[in-house]
């Protein structure tokens, strides 16, 4: 069977790739069987009662380990797109899976690596993943160790991976958002695994520190959602725990709130006033981050190409006023390249343009003094 490209995937499909003998299939759930306790989790999760994790940020990962000829992957998910990896190799996407145990079938009899990874973004829906599932006279092992380097992504649409996978900026006749966004293929992904670190990627599309793309959404802004696990759940908060200490964190919040000219109805007269509104939540958003990671947490604003240019210019400002005030540990990463196309879905990156990304902003991690 022939794989189909990724943004002409049909919902409530599931695609899989045929070599060496693989085959994934859709079985009926088996949630007593899973081990939600063997893996190890990539971003922000809630624990449910029923031993499943909640989850609705994009990138959301989850490893394991087994024995076995195969592995069978517990979800309940009507909403987002998945892709599984086997020893490091893409082997089937899950198109809005349900709720379902997917399995991969024919593999050597050995121990494997296997890895699930939420592709899509959706802040108004929760996903659930309930483990891995040995197949008979398999094995489900210790899960893999936590990497000791550690990066969370702030961001935006940029950050998310909106649209990276498509090959025209008009998406509305080859998938649409969903079927060509792949959060793995982002920029922040591509860099933590080029360094071999966990990260996080806390990105919400269209929204901005204190004002959202054309002013949509008054009244709320990405600060809104920040400290949530799932997203769409007014009031609630995610528990950090003790092994997430970042040693760097990477923010891209702006473009959405510079992008597009004010509207006559929103609450800041001039572009000056929306500059200073930005400027000082954005002061406060990085005290938020100072307070809870610590004075050795390196943090990075950045500016991106295709911005105002008031964007870059206070965004640098802020950076040289902390510095100013005593903490060096905050710097300035604007980005732009020539190469970059912006072929993805209504102008954004392609997954092209966020390899160049991935390798400017690795040049600029790596000449960091970052304690890892």
């Known amino acids: 069977m022939e794989t189909p490209e990724p943004r002409a995937l049909s919902r409530r499909t599931l695609v899989t790739a045929t070599a060496a003998g693989l085959v994934a299939g859709v079985a009926a759930p088996s949630w007593a069987s899973a081990a939600p306790a063997r893996f190890h989790t990539v971003g922000r999760v809630k624990a449910a009662a029923d031993g499943f994790v909640r989850y609705s940020w994009p990138g959301i990962c989850f490893e394991g380990r087994f024995r076995g000829t195969g592995v069978g992957v517990v979800l309940d998910d009507s909403d987002n797109d ?62 893999p160790p936590a990497r000791r380097r550690q990066i969370e992504f702030i961001g935006d649409s940029y950050t998310v991976g909106y649209g990276n996978l498509s090959d025209t900026r008009d998406c509305s006749s080859n998938g649409g958002v969903n079927r060509n966004t792949d959060a793995d293929l982002s920029f922040g992904a591509l860099t933590a695994r080029k360094l071999g670190a966990d990260h996080q990627i806390n990105a919400y599309s269209g929204r901005g520190m204190v004002r959202n793309y054309n002013g949509g959404g008054p009244g709320t802004d990405f600060r809104t959602y920040y400290d949530r696990a799932l997203l769409s759940v007014e009031g609630d908060v995610w528990r950090k725990p003790a092994s ?104 954004h990156p392609s997954a092209h343009d966020h390899r160049i990304i991935s390798g400017l902003l690795e040049d600029h991690l790596t000449a960091l003094p970052l304690c890892w």
């Not at 190799?89 to 809005?96: G, R, S």
């Open 244 to 347: 997430w200490r970042p040693q760097v964190v990477v923010i891209g919040l702006g473009l959405n709130d510079f992008s597009t000219p004010l509207n006559p109805d929103e609450r800041w007269a001039t572009q000056a006033e929306l500059v200073t509104a930005y400027e000082s939540a954005y002061h406060g958003f990085l005290d938020k981050l100072r307070a809870r990671y610590g004075p050795r947490t390196f943090l990075v604003v950045s500016a991106a190409s295709l911005s105002a240019t008031v964007f870059a210019e206070t965004v640098e400002r802020i950076a040289r006023t902390r510095n100013t005030r005593g903490d060096d540990r905050v710097g300035y990463w604007y980005y732009d390249d020539p190469g970059l196309d912006h072929l993805g879905c209504d102008w």
């Open 82 to 143: 998945y892709d599984v990896q086997i020893d490091g190799t893409a082997t089937a996407t899950l198109v809005t899976p349900g709720r379902t145990t997917a399995w991969i079938r024919g593999l050597a009899d050995t121990e494997h690596r296997v890895r699930l990874v939420k592709r899509t973004e959706s802040p108004w829906a929760e996903g659930r993943f309930g483990g891995f599932v040995a197949v008979s006279g398999g094995a489900i092992l210790a899960r």
